[in-house]
C-alpha cells in the first residue's frame, strides 16, 4: 500500500527556521516525482514545487522560488520542506503528494497524499 | 500563473447531476490534456478522482465524469448522494514541471 506520512503540525516565531518532512512506503521511492503543496486555512490548494527523489533534480513555482527549499534523501525515502526565515504568512497546512507521471513533457495526477502538516507562525 | 477559476459553490438534490467548470488559459487547460480533480472533505487531504481530464482513479464510482472543451474543463457527478458533499478542485499541467489548481467549489447536496 502507497502511504506518505507526514511530520507532525508544528509552532514557530517569526525569523525562524524550520524543516518538515514526508516518509514514502510501499513504492519505489526514487522513481516518483514528489510535490508539495500548501493550503492556507479557509484558502485552496497552491501549488509549491516538484522533486525526483533519484537524482533531487527539483523544480519550483514562481511563486515559491526563493522562498522555501525542497529537498530529499532516497535512502531514507523522505522529502524534506524547508524554510530559512519564516514569516506569519507562511502559517498553512503544508501536504506532499506522490506524481503519478512527471517528465520533460508533462507532470500529471497526484495521486497519493500525505495527511498534512500544519505550520503555525506566530509571535 | 493565476489559479484557474472555479463556482465557489454548487449544489443540488439526491439523485441530480451537477457539473464543476474549471476555466484556465490556452497555456494550461487548453493546452494539455492533463486536467485532474480532487476531491477534499473537512479537515482531510484531498483525495484523486480523475486524471488526463475523463480517466477515473481506482474505485471512483462511474457517476463522476469529467470533459473539457476549449479552455475549461467540467467534472460531472450524477446519481448526487449526500456523501459527495465536499470541496472539489481541478488542477491542470502548465508546463515546465508545473501544475496549477483551481480555486476549489464547494459542492452541497440539498
Known amino acids: 500500500e502507497v502511504q506518505l506520512v507526514q511530520s507532525g503540525a508544528e509552532v514557530r516565531k517569526p525569523g525562524e527556521s524550520l524543516r518538515i518532512s514526508c516518509k514514502g512506503s510501499?513504492?519505489?521511492?526514487?522513481?516518483?516525482?514528489i510535490a508539495w503543496v500548501r493550503q492556507v486555512p479557509g484558502k485552496g490548494l497552491e501549488w509549491m514545487g516538484v522533486i525526483y527523489p533519484g537524482d533531487s533534480d527539483t523544480r519550483y513555482s514562481p511563486s515559491f522560488q526563493g522562498q522555501v527549499t525542497i529537498s530529499a534523501d532516497k535512502s531514507i525515502k523522505t522529502s524534506y520542506l524547508q524554510w530559512r526565515s519564516l514569516k506569519a504568512s507562511d502559517t498553512a497546512m503544508y501536504y506532499c503528494a506522490r506524481v503519478g507521471y512527471c517528465g520533460s513533457s508533462s507532470c500529471r495526477d497526484l495521486d497519493y497524499w500525505g495527511q498534512g502538516t500544519l505550520v503555525t507562525v506566530s509571535s | 500563473q493565476s489559479a484557474l477559476t472555479q463556482p465557489r459553490s454548487v449544489s443540488g438534490s439526491p439523485g441530480q447531476s451537477v457539473t464543476i467548470s474549471c476555466t484556465g488559459t490556452?497555456?494550461?487547460?487548453?493546452?494539455?490534456?492533463?486536467v485532474s480533480w480532487y476531491r477534499q472533505d473537512p479537515g482531510k487531504a484531498p483525495k484523486f478522482l480523475i486524471f488526463d481530464v475523463h480517466k477515473r482513479s481506482s474505485g471512483v464510482p462511474d457517476r463522476f465524469s469529467g470533459s473539457k472543451s476549449g479552455n475549461t474543463a467540467s467534472l460531472t457527478i450524477s446519481g448526487l448522494q449526500a456523501g459527495d458533499e465536499a470541496d472539489y478542485y481541478c488542477c491542470s499541467y502548465a508546463g515546465s514541471y508545473t501544475l496549477v489548481f483551481g480555486g476549489g467549489t464547494k459542492l452541497t447536496v440539498l
Open positions: 510501499g513504492y519505489s521511492f526514487s522513481s516518483f516525482h
Open positions: 490556452s497555456s494550461d487547460v487548453g493546452a494539455y490534456d492533463y
